[in-house]
């Protein structure tokens, strides 16, 4: 216990400084317009820099965290299956659903109480690649690794780091490279979506995010309500351009780092979808 109490003692302290601002909305009071309309005042609040630091700092996190999990999974299932043409199940079942999945599952829930995250967004991010990495590991286990990914530790240390889904050619089963015209095309895709939002958070913010009104209390037929029902829409929309930036964003990072093309994960899926699912 003393032990790791000293462990946890200074990096607690290092996530405390490099998480200090937690990004409430409580200090969010400049702003570049504002104006009031129907007896509300709106305004168009500022970008907080601080969140995207965060978020960079989020990534380096991650990336240790994946490094491990993954050299784990890759040297204990993986490579012994490519060597001997089959997979050793109980090893795999043992070191899975005993050592990984575990880790996966402690690991987003003891990082945000120790560096004593508050933002709901930062804390959401945090949980993306555990989550991403709980279906790598359980592919590993029952041998369903897309072909081409296992072939070296570096291939599937990126097919782990990258919590998005990577661009696979389908003839040869090789990584997709960045061109000129991906990193452009996904570059004002990111700046145009980062405003949108932008805009979109700074003016729901006035009404706390139900800009219709509602009935204050709850009963089965207030569920039907048609305040209700528009409120749940615009949280819906306003909660998929969220992940839209955030996966573009990530999408950018990644690809410059690794040189690997990733698949858009949002195609507005609450007006294009065709199914429910």
């Known amino acids: 216990m003393q032990a790791k109490a000293t462990i946890c003692r200074p990096l607690s302290s290092l996530g405390r400084i490099l998480f200090d ?66 997979r050793n199940i109980i090893q795999n079942y043992l070191v899975g ?61 990126i097919y782990n780091w990258i919590p998005l889904e990577i661009q696979i050619d389908p003839n040869t089963k090789k990584l997709v490279k960045i061109t000129r015209s991906y990193v452009v095309k996904n570059l004002m895709q990111f700046i145009f979506l980062f405003f949108k939002v932008s805009i979109l958070l700074s003016l729901l913010a006035s009404r706390d995010f139900s800009p219709f009104q509602k009935p204050t209390g ?18 819906g929309i306003l909660f998929e351009q969220v992940l839209s930036v955030l996966a573009s964003s990530n999408s950018l990072l990644f690809a410059f780092v690794t040189r690997v093309q990733i698949v858009e994960l949002m195609k507005s899926a609450m007006f294009s979808s065709t199914s429910p699912s």
């Open 21 to 86: 601002d937690k990004l409430l909305g409580t200090d969010d009071t400049n702003s570049t317009y504002s104006f009031l309309f129907k007896g509300t005042m709106y305004a168009i609040i500022l970008p907080k820099l601080a969140f995207w630091i965060q978020l960079l700092y989020v990534s380096v996190i991650q990336s240790v965290f994946v490094v491990i999990t993954s050299s784990i999974v890759y040297w204990t299932m993986v490579k012994p299956t490519l060597k001997q043409k089959q």
């Open 97 to 157: 659903y005993g050592c990984v999945i575990p880790l996966i599952l402690i690991y987003p829930i003891f990082i945000v109480q120790l560096f004593g995250i508050r933002n709901k967004i930062i804390r959401f991010v945090f949980a993306v690649v555990p989550i991403a990495s709980l279906f790598r590991c359980t592919e590993a286990m029952y041998g369903y690794i897309p072909a081409g990914l296992d072939v070296t530790f570096k291939k599937y240390f």
């Open 218 to 235: 709850f009963s089965f037929l207030s569920t039907f309500h048609l305040g209700r029902i528009l409120n749940n829409a615009i949280a």
